[in-house]
């Protein structure tokens, strides 16, 4: 489990370098597919992996809550840090990128997340 929430914090990283987005397009769905959380629980968990810099007083709610427990930060806290190494090769290899590319990328991952949530919502 350790290396998958690592690796998902390395996805958002990346995908955070590049198109300056992360936790709630790109975590959340992950967490809410692939670990099988609830939708407010992966909100929470996300929340708190980015607790520096955004997140503390959202994280708090969510702990005060029930909705997510001390294990689950210790989720946040490997998705954080594969976001922080994530982020800076996502941010390296965007530099170097054409904008037009960047704003495709971008715009599949958007669309890809979109139907994604469609699909599920109408099950």
Known sequence: MTILLLLMGVAAGVLAGLFGIGGGVVLVPAMVYGL????????????????????????????????????????????????????FFGAKLAVHLPVKTLQKGFSLLLVFAAVRLWLQSSE
Do not use: C, D
Request: proline fraction near 2%; charge should be positive; avoid cysteine.
């Open 36 to 87: 099988k959380f609830s939708q407010k629980t992966a909100s929470g968990v996300s929340l708190a992996a980015m607790l520096l810099p955004v997140g503390a007083l959202g994280v708090y709610h969510y702990f005060k809550s029930g909705l997510i427990t001390t294990e689950h930060l210790k989720f946040s806290l490997w998705i954080a840090l594969g976001m922080f190494l994530g982020a």
